[in-house]
């Protein structure tokens, strides 16, 4: 409805793929480590990318999570769904056609959501200029 005052002055719609490059670049500028991205077209309905990285720290993996979500609102016009943030050990972040996860180092070893996605036919990509711990 173009009537409708929340669309007037709104972002234009992104691609899925400008959503997953405005991920990556976040948590890059942010200094996650070990950023993987799992494709997910095809294979999953819920979403077309699952983007992994982690913190040093709760308090980086909440900032992290944070920055991402005001710089999609901003870029994009998103009110993403944040889940976990009070805690910080794995915050989700709800993007739509991104999902994200952010985890402190422990907590992602323990839960091994790579291996549970990876589908078992190809191996998980590592994000471009993400380092490796």
């Keep these: 409805m173009a009537d409708d005052p929340k669309e007037a002055g ?5 691609t899925v793929e400008e959503l997953h490059r405005s991920v990556l670049q976040s948590l890059d500028d942010d200094q996650a480590v070990e950023v993987v991205s799992i494709p997910l077209a095809g294979k999953s309905s819920i ?3 699952m983007v992994i990285a982690s913190g040093r720290s709760t308090r ?6 944070t920055k991402l979500a005001d710089r999609l609102k901003k870029e994009f016009g998103k009110n993403v769904r944040v889940e976990g943030l009070p805690a910080a050990d794995w915050v989700l972040i709800d993007a739509d056609d991104v999902i994200v996860h952010l985890f402190r180092p422990e907590v ?6 790579e291996r549970m996605w990876a589908f078992g036919d190809e191996p998980v990509k590592q994000a471009a200029g993400a380092s490796p711990a």
């Design 10 to 14: 709104a972002p234009a719609v992104a």
């Design 47 to 49: 979403a077309d990318h």
């Design 60 to 65: 980086q993996v909440a900032s992290m999570a």
């Design 108 to 113: 992602r070893t323990f839960y091994n959501l």
